[in-house]
Nanobody, 119 residues
Framework: QVQLVESGGGSVQAGGSLRLSCAAS????????VGWFRQAPGKERDFVAG????????RYADSVAGRFIISRDNGMKKVYLQMNSLKPEDTAVYYC????????????WGQGTQVTVSS
């Protein structure tokens, strides 16, 4: 069982930066892939970034590649999403999620944190 809690959301102007954190509970956090997803009002939830068990492999959606950086600290049981050069279209609720075996299937989800980017 893994519980996830996101933090670090807020309001920022376009071009600014935010760093989201995802804190995990459970003793086997390093056994999980972790992904960040986002959902804007009236839209489906979309994949943003993912990181492998040890952090050696990362994946990004085309819309954030080159602007966002995902990282993890297994000792601290945390995953981070550094978001730079933010755009109004990045406005959404951001969720972290953890899965055991696949980049496509996530078993545990956090409650989400709101990110609002104003122009």
């Amino acid at each position: 069982q893994v519980q996830l809690v996101e933090s670090g959301g807020g309001s920022v102007q376009a071009g600014g930066s935010l760093r989201l954190s995802c804190a995990a509970s459970g003793r086997t956090f390093s056994n999980y892939l972790v992904g960040w997803f986002r959902q804007a009002p009236g839209k489906e939830r979309d994949f943003v970034a993912g990181i492998s068990y040890s952090g050696g492999m990362t994946r990004y959606a085309d819309s954030v590649a080159g602007r966002f950086i995902i990282s993890r600290d297994n000792g601290m049981k945390k995953v981070y999403l550094q978001m730079n050069s933010l755009k109004p279209e990045d406005t959404a609720v951001y969720y972290c999620a953890a899965g055991r075996d696949s980049w496509r299937v996530y078993d545990y989800w956090g409650q989400g944190t709101q990110v609002t980017v104003s122009s």
